[in-house]
């Protein structure tokens, strides 16, 4: 994803606060303060108040939820296309169900969430993309849950590639086949034989703690179609602006 120019003169990566205007972003910046984000950092426990929200400029978070034999899968990514923490904007008391940590390490912005809420009472623009974001979070959630269940292992890595893919600036994805035998729910030898049938056609190559994509366009046809569907789910969801966030994820 490219940075986005914004009409207010700012150049942000965040594409919520790059299409924010000039007097609503003005607004919100007292309450935004830049942080970098390391990898396995956690933002929110499952359980925990949400206080703050983040707004992703570079790296990839990840939510989790608990299963009942000590595991965890994950259930949805944010990138610069968003923030961390959503369900903040709709009640002052919202509780984490999820676990939210750094995937990729980038950097953002940490907001109060109490601040962000009081500025979305005021600014129309803030609140209708905050609002579009929480929509593609939930359809993002139910897509995901529909994957997990239905599709084989060696599809749902390639679309959870390209997710990443997505949201980054590089081919070369900084990722374990333990981290992601964590993020697909299954046995890191299942994560060894779907990587394997992928690198044999050509569409990644493994290297400790790396794979790297070789083939954008042929790994996009090797993966399920819920990649495709939640892609048309984001363009749905723009439509009916003419001047959009999530314009650059691919």
């Known amino acids: 994803m490219a940075i986005v120019k914004s009409p207010n003169g700012a150049a942000f ?31 929110h426990e499952r359980g925990s108040l949400i ?9 990839i ?17 944010t990138g610069r296309e968003g923030f961390v923490g959503v369900t903040a904007i709709l009640n002052p008391d919202a509780i984490a169900v999820h676990r939210a940590f750094i ?26 993309a905050c609002y579009r974001y929480l929509q593609m979070v939930m359809l993002e959630s139910a897509q995901a849950a529909a994957c997990n269940a239905r599709h084989n292992l060696p599809e749902r890595l390639a679309r959870w590639l390209l997710t990443v893919r997505d949201r ?8 374990t086949h333990e981290f992601l035998s ?30 790297t994509i070789l083939n954008r366009e042929a790994l996009a046809a090797a993966c399920c179609d819920c990649y495709r569907i939640v ?20």
């Open 13 to 43: 990566r965040n594409e919520i606060l790059a299409w924010l205007s000039s007097n609503d972003l003005e607004t919100l910046r007292p309450h935004l303060h830049r942080l970098s984000l390391a990898s396995q950092q956690v933002l």
């Open 51 to 59: 206080t703050d929200v983040y707004f992703m400029e570079e790296g």
């Open 61 to 77: 978070c990840s939510l989790t939820a608990d299963t009942f034999d000590g595991g965890q899968v994950e259930v949805g990514v």
């Open 103 to 128: 995937q990729v390490q980038g950097s953002g912005f940490r907001c109060a969430a109490a601040a962000l809420r009081k500025v979305i009472e005021q600014s129309p623009s803030l609140r209708d």
């Open 168 to 175: 980054v600036d590089t081919d070369a994805l900084p990722l």
């Open 182 to 211: 964590i993020m697909l729910g299954v046995r890191r030898s299942g994560v060894s034989v779907a990587a394997e049938t992928l690198q044999a056609g050509g569409l990644i190559r493994q290297t400790r703690g790396r794979i």
């Open 231 to 250: 892609q048309e789910s984001r363009k749905q969801v723009c439509s009916n602006r003419r001047e959009h966030p999530y314009s650059t994820v691919q």
